[in-house]
Each structure stands twice: as C-alpha cells, then as structure tokens.
C-alpha cells in the first residue's frame, strides 16, 4: 500500500448492459469496485449481514467476505475517522452513513480532517475516501430520516459532492468517486432507488460535468438529485401545453459545470433552478447566482426557484406540502413568460 494516490485509477471493465433500479446499479458499483481494487473496503452501520437499509450493500459480505464489507458501531463520527485512517494508509474506504441527518454527528470529522488534510499536508496525503449519503425525501420518514443537507457539503473547500438521477449515472458515477483520489460525498436520493432505466458497465463518468437530460429552446429546468424526474416531468406537461423546455442534471454540485450550465441558459434566456432543500443560503440559491453573473445580458427574464420552505423538513403526512411538485415548477415557468406580457405591454 501507498501514503499518497496521485492516480485516478481506471480498471479494465467487463460491458454489460441490462436495465436495474438504482439501488442494484450501485451494488453493482460497489461489487465491480471491490473485485477490481483490493484496496477498496465498504463499511457502516448494518451493511453487512443486513446489507444495508435500503439493500445497496445486499450480498456484499457474502460475496467478498467480511474484510471487505463489514458491519461498524453506531458511531458515525468513528466510521468516518476510521475511514479517515485507512485512507492515509493507502486504502480506498467507501463508507455508508446510514440516513442524511445520522450523518451530521460525524460533520466534524468531514470539515477539519477529510476536506483538508489534501491541504494541510500540501498534497502529500490524500484522501481518496467516499462517504455515502441517502439523502432528500419523498419515502415519509420522520425527523433525522429526511433531510437535504447538501449544501453544508458543497460549501466546504476539498469535498467532491456528487448526486445521480439514474440508474446509468448511479454506477458510473460512483465508480468515478472510488476511483478518484480525494474525498467525494456522494449522495444519493432515496426517492429513486428503485426507478428503474438501462445501465452499461462500460461507461464511464467525468466528475464534475452536468448533463443535458432533455433539449428544449424556451425555458431551462437546472436540477439535480430527486428533482431531475420532477423537472422532466414538468418538461413533458410544458410541451404538451406548447412550450419547449430544456432539462439540466447538475449532478456534479462541486465542482459545478459551468460550462454546460451557462451555454444552456444562455441558449433559451429563461432558468428555473429546482431542488428539494431549503431555498435560504442554498445549493439552489448559488446556481441561481452563477446563471444571473453568467447569463445576465441574455436573460429575458429573472431566474426563478422552486425548493423546499425555510422550515425543518415536514413530517411524512405533511411532506407532499414541503416538496417541490409539477405544478410549482410550471407556476415558475409560466412567471418567467408573465414578464415578457408585461414588458409587451408597457411597450
């Protein structure tokens, strides 16, 4: 085993094509990067004999044996400092904190020592760590059970914080993330683990790049996570009321594609960013702000968001209320198109 990893490794891969849920894409994930790298290790509370809560890490231990995916205490803070050793010892620990908010007890460790140690040791030591996160809503759980906690992550200088939307992305993705040699939190949306779509093993995913999931020419929906379905949705009843409407998956929160992000809004002048935590000092809140530094004089109209309310997350009888819905997202839409009426007629 090395300290340091200066490589982003890339295994020779079997192609195999077939259509799974998201949560078997990234067992799948899981099971490819264990076989192909004997410095990979899974582990966090009941991933083992259980194989996890919602089932990503089912069959893991009996497959591979319990040195390579095996069950931990109830102590977030000491799987993550754990996972913190064995990266700077030249292992690739890919750790699972159970739900959103069971994760914040281990917040310290995430801020002071895996996004800066890359730093503090100029380079030297790496962290080529993953930390898995079921993160948002949409299954009715109760508090610390739903939470979208993503934007103290994407703040924090050193973390790569990713969030796929498909089965396709979950698996190329997540390889991506063990396979890089600093720290990804790679959150995943427990509403989509068991969408269904194809999958091919032998594609691979650039950290760090957006996707455009739908063309269109009049409006761009910017989400990612959960909400991509929602705005793909919302782009399907738009047409069917005559309006063409472009779907972005950010995917990547940091690094964040501007590139893709900027030509996209530029190109249909009208945005409406989508996401399920609250909008207040937001991942949702900082797209809005790079579109409007980056797109400002091709704007027709001020970019909108459709997000969660600045409360704590609802409880489950009340949480179709709390998060973003098709008809909040055409509302905005629609808003974008009332001010170009309003400027029609004071013209």
């Known amino acids: 085993m090395t300290i340091a990893h200066d490589d982003v490794r890339v295994d020779e891969r079997s192609t195999i094509v077939s259509t799974m849920s998201m949560a078997a894409a990234l067992n799948l994930a899981l099971a490819d990067a264990i076989q192909s790298d004997p410095e990979v290790v899974v582990f966090g509370e009941d991933v083992g004999a259980l194989g996890g809560v919602f089932r990503i890490t089912d069959g893991l231990t009996a497959r591979f044996g319990e040195d390579r995916c095996f069950d931990t205490p109830l102590a977030e803070s000491g799987i993550v400092g754990t996972a913190v050793g064995m990266a700077m010892n030249g292992m690739r620990p890919v750790v699972e904190l159970q739900f959103d908010a069971f994760a914040l007890p281990a917040f310290e460790q995430i801020v002071s020592h895996v996004a800066k140690l890359g730093n503090r040791t100029r380079g030297v030591v790496r962290m080529p760590l993953v930390i898995r996160i079921p993160f948002g809503g949409g299954i009715g759980g109760v508090e610390h059970h739903c939470d979208s906690s993503e934007a103290y992550y994407a703040h924090t200088p050193g973390l790569t914080v990713l969030s796929p939307s498909t089965p396709q992305d979950a698996y190329s993705m997540l390889r991506a993330a063990i396979a890089s ?21 032998s594609v691979t995913a650039e950290v760090g790049t957006a996707r455009i999931a739908r063309d269109g020419t009049d409006v761009t929906l910017l989400a990612y996570g959960a909400s991509v379905p929602l705005a793909l949705e919302a782009a399907e009843v738009a047409a069917s009321e005559g309006r063409s409407v472009q779907v972005v998956d950010i995917r990547s929160l940091s690094p964040f594609d501007d590139a893709t992000v900027t030509a996209a809004v530029r190109a249909t002048g009208r945005a409406v960013v989508i996401a399920e935590a609250p909008g207040y000092a937001s991942v949702a809140s900082e797209i809005q702000a790079r579109v409007f530094e980056r797109c400002f004089e091709y704007l027709e109209a001020p970019v909108r968001r459709v997000t969660g309310f600045d409360t704590p997350f609802a409880p489950p009888k009340l949480e179709h209320w709390y998060l973003p819905d098709v008809d909040r997202v055409l509302d905005a839409i629609d808003s974008l198109h009332w001010e170009d009426e309003c400027r029609e007629d004071e013209s």
């Open 181 to 201: 040699p600093d720290p990804v939190v790679f959150l995943e949306p427990k509403k989509l683990y068991w969408t269904k779509g194809e999958v091919d093993t």
